[in-house]
């Protein structure tokens, strides 16, 4: 099982007081010039930001602080501070036919980012709302599965080592880095507690709120009402001073991660590619529609959800087939897990069932325990895409399941296969434009809106067949 396998690599992880590689190859793209976003909010406002750190891998952080981000005024001015990077990003990566990335420390940090986007989109300052907007798209992005543009260091990390702590204590990106490289001479745990000290999130922590924090804020908005500006400079300047202590070591984090990730000793994934092209296609006509004054909704219509359904849908097919034919260790999880067939060639052969009229047949074996295999399936060759065979029995002999099947593609091909040879059988390859024609097919059919999306409901419509006898035996018939 796929389950089996985190949990032997986590163990052997704890036994050594290390991180273990779970892959070779590289699990997500790194972007060239992708952008790393540190963001804190204060405690008890989500949708403000405290101070936020900006920057590339290799080069320190741009930082701004805002002394009290509940007013109104200060926090707008962060933010329009904000807008002309990422115009100027987004307008390169749009001239280069490429997309932007975006870096954050973890899954909490994402979501705060998410948060903001959907907030400020709404607001009455338009620079403001333009942020909002350009961050959008890679709010919006992130739910979907191989999406590149916006990317948690924790997930990204996950998905090539693992620990030997639980999967949510993964979430804190000090932690996880302790574990891929823990200080030499010293307890692993003990290491990872002290790690686990410094906030990696959006949030600072409550004692430092309570103790430090909290009073200089006090102080800074006493000298704003008394107008006393030297008072009051001195203490924004040591909110900064406080709030930078806080966010460079997460900013630092983040790249760390990013530079781990983008060490030669990664193995290139072509799976990668068409998920690149992917993302450059969804941006470009995110940012046309934005030219073309398209606004964003707050909330779908109910024909614009369904598309997004469908999308999403077939995007995580797409990623698992692509993956399943280019990295060796999602292959190996799904062989384990029983999605994919991996057997021995024992037989083919070609009967004629009528003159011109042939029939090509294989019949494989195979040791694994927990196949998802019933009558009917369609299995494709994950090696040569040009074979695919039609499952007409499974029958378990002994520690072996025997599977015979019928092909029906490539069929020279599959005569040509080596006797004794083993071969991995899974699902179709990738049909990456596949959803465009979904998509013209789904706009004619939701032309109008269904009855279950309107105010009024149909009229009873008597059922033209008899009912059978048995029902419950009618449906087993239809599914075998």
């Not at 997500?28 to 204060?42: K, N």
């Not at 590149?148 to 990106?173: K, M, N, P, V």
């Not at 990696?200 to 006493?222: I, S």
């Not at 295999?373 to 060759?381: C, I, P, V």
Request: overall charge negative; some cysteine.
């Amino acid at each position: 099982m796929a389950d089996y396998l985190n949990v032997v690599a986590r163990m052997r992880a704890l036994e050594h007081g290390e991180a273990v590689r779970i892959v070779r190859q590289r699990q997500v793209i790194i972007q060239p010039r992708a952008h790393i976003v540190t963001m804190l909010s204060m405690a008890g406002e989500d949708t403000s930001v405290h101070a936020v750190a900006i920057g590339r891998l290799g080069v320190p952080p741009q930082i701004k602080v805002v002394a009290d981000p509940r007013r109104r005024d200060d926090q707008y001015e962060l933010l329009r501070w904000l807008l002309p990077h990422f115009e100027a990003y987004y307008a390169q990566c749009r001239a280069e036919q490429t997309f932007p990335q975006l870096w954050v420390s973890s899954e909490g940090a994402l979501g705060h980012l998410d948060t903001l986007a959907d907030r400020l989109r709404f607001t009455d300052d338009a620079d403001v709302q333009r942020l909002g907007e350009l961050w959008t798209y890679a709010g919006e992005r992130s739910p979907i599965t191989g999406q590149q543009a916006l990317i948690s260091a924790t997930s990204a990390l996950r998905a090539h080592y693992a620990t030997g702590q639980q999967e949510t204590e993964d979430e804190h990106l000090g932690a996880l880095l302790t574990w891929i490289a823990p200080p030499p001479g010293r307890d692993i745990l003990a290491a990872v507690a002290m790690a686990e000290k410094h906030p990696m999130g959006a949030k600072t922590d409550p004692r430092f709120d309570a103790d430090e924090l909290q009073p200089a804020v006090e102080l800074f908005n006493k000298a704003r009402k008394d107008d006393d500006r030297r008072v009051q400079v001195f203490h924004a300047e040591r909110i900064q001073q406080m709030i930078e202590g806080v966010i460079r070591p997460i900013y630092t984090a983040t790249q760390a991660a990013m530079a781990i990730l983008s060490r030669p000793e990664w193995l290139d994934n072509p799976a990668l590619l068409p998920l690149a092209e992917e993302e450059a296609a969804q941006f470009a006509g995110f940012m046309e529609a934005r030219d073309q004054g398209h606004r964003l909704p707050y909330h779908d219509s109910a024909k614009a959800a369904a598309f997004k359904i469908v999308a999403r849908e077939r995007t995580v097919d797409n990623v698992e087939a692509a993956f399943l034919r280019h990295d060796r260790a999602a292959r190996e999880r799904a062989v384990e897990s029983g999605t994919v067939l991996r057997g021995t060639l024992v037989d083919r052969q070609k009967v004629r069932l009528a003159p011109r009229t042939f029939e090509y047949r294989m019949v494989l074996t195979t040791h694994q325990d927990s196949l998802h295999l019933r009558a009917g399936d369609e299995f494709w060759h994950l090696d040569d895409p040009k074979v695919c065979i039609r499952i007409t029995e499974v029958e378990r002999r002994g520690p072996f399941s025997w599977v015979s099947g019928i092909v029906e593609d490539g069929k020279r091909a599959a005569m040509e296969l080596d006797i004794a040879a083993i071969f991995d059988f899974g699902p179709e390859r990738p049909d990456w434009g596949g959803t465009v024609r979904e998509f013209m097919q789904m706009g004619t059919r939701l032309a109008a809106p269904p009855w279950t999306h309107g105010d009024a409901v149909p009229a009873a419509t008597p059922a033209t067949r008899a009912r059978p006898n048995d029902l419950l035996a009618a449906v087993e018939e239809l599914v075998r």
